[in-house]
């Protein structure tokens, strides 16, 4: 082009020394005064994480040259930056420069680490007596790192699939896989319950012997029951402390206290002091037993005897007496039943 240069907007030539161009008034760089080309340059562009993961904050730091505008992935950004990125996938980041010369661009290509995952955190049971180990255990994939955290503490267990801990109490154990970037992480939550035995503390009358018809109340005091049964009424209870019962005979009963690792059982006797009973029919029968008529004549009896109506007296005075004397022994005879029975 010997001394002249092309403006770049309108592609007129222009004598090497112009400050703006004669036919669109574009204004020329200093350097192309000296002839030197004016092309924009990316000096450094860098990712400044060796490692990461799918998850993590990854940086990157640009620097350019006679550049008029950057844009980084399309998006417009400063000509010497710094951006944060989150990466989400194995992509490619690139960065591009450009002036009214030309433009410029470079590439980074992102290939994260898998996340890190935990693929399975569980027990054999979940509920275990107090003082009882309880064995953890996990499967794992991509972890870096591995920690278990409950209220007493916490353990590295990296390269590790399982590991037993006494328990006391009930807890609540974390366990948390992490990636070399350790602000990318996976964590699952396993409880463990502690459950004390079963207890029964009491179970007792208020009557150990009673007459029958009386009522007597069963009570009790329980620990660490879930569910409460009086037997043999089968009687759930849980929520009761006590029990009215109207025993007919004497019996036994049986309270069942239960809980997921352990059951309890008291008996309690209950004595029944049973009433006599009477044989209606039998009484009926003997108050209807007929007597024979008795005719005698008294028509030798003077006539004062007759108006004292003697001969009525004679006839039905026996009667009488046999009457008297059947009721007389039924309620002696019950009078006996009843002092053998407080006699026992």
Known sequence: ?????????????????????????????????????????????????????????????????????????????????????????????????????????????????????IRNFSAAQSNIRSGQDIKLKWEAKNCHRISLVWSEGSIDVTNKTYCKVPLLQSETFTITGYAEDENVFVEQNFRVNVIAPVRINKFVTDKSVVVEGDKVILSWDVENASSITLMPLMKDVTKMSYYEINPSRTSEYVLVARNNLSQEEVPLSVGVRQLPKLDLKFADALTNIKMPSCNVNLSFLSESLTKARVDEWMTMRPIDDIRFSILKNMFFNKLKGVVKIFKR
Request: charged share 25%; glycine share 4%; aromatic share 10%.
């Open 1 to 117: 082009m010997g001394n002249f240069k092309v403006c770049p907007k309108c592609k007129t030539e222009n004598p090497m020394v112009a400050s703006f161009c004669r036919h669109c008034r574009y204004v020329f760089p200093e350097e192309t005064k000296n002839g030197q080309v004016v092309t924009p340059k990316i000096v450094s562009f860098i990712l400044i994480e060796d490692v990461y993961t799918i998850g993590s904050i990854i940086h990157f730091d640009w620097v350019t040259e006679n550049a008029t505008s950057a844009q980084l992935n399309g998006q417009e950004v400063d000509l010497i930056g710094h951006f944060d990125f989150k990466v989400d996938k194995a992509e490619s980041i690139t960065l591009t420069v450009e002036n009214d010369y030309d433009k410029a661009a470079k590439t980074i290509r992102l290939v994260p680490r898998p996340q890190p995952s």
